[in-house]
Nanobody, 126 residues
Framework: VQLQASGGGLVQPGGSLRLSCAAS???????????IGWFRQAPGKEREGISC????????YYVDSVKGRFTISRDNAKKLVYLQMNSLKPEDTAVYYC?????????????????WGQGTQVTVSS
């Protein structure tokens, strides 16, 4: 299983970005068996889980710092998960990663996930 995160960039405070996480490599498995999480790591800080979606996509989860501003969604047919980020703040600056685990439920615990994308840089600055 391979994951590729994309969509990062430089944006002004209050702006928006949409990150994508594309999955591939499911030769003998099914993408819709996998829960997906979004994590971020700011300079000098640990990687933190910020949002996740179970394999079914039936519910979504957010940490308080992004709740109401970020929206996670998944398209199982396209093997894509999105993270729509609105009202961005300078403290959202970080490298953003997506991760996958073959399980129905998702988690904010980075040790839960077996598969990781390479990360995409998000910088919020004026």
């Amino acid at each position: 299983v391979q994951l590729q995160a994309s969509g990062g960039g430089l944006v002004q405070p209050g702006g928006s970005l949409r990150l994508s996480c594309a999955a591939s490599g499911f030769a003998f498995d099914y993408y819709d068996y996998y829960a997906i999480g979004w994590f971020r790591q700011a300079p000098g800080k640990e990687r933190e889980g910020i949002s996740c979606v179970p394999n079914s996509g039936s519910s979504t989860y957010y940490v308080d710092s992004v709740k109401g501003r970020f929206t996670i969604s998944r398209d199982n047919a396209k093997k894509l998960v999105y993270l729509q980020m609105n009202s961005l703040k300078p403290e959202d600056t970080a490298v953003y990663y997506c991760a996958a685990q073959r399980f129905s439920s998702c988690s904010f615990d980075r040790d839960w996930y077996n598969y990781w994308g390479q990360g995409t840089q998000v910088t919020v600055s004026s």
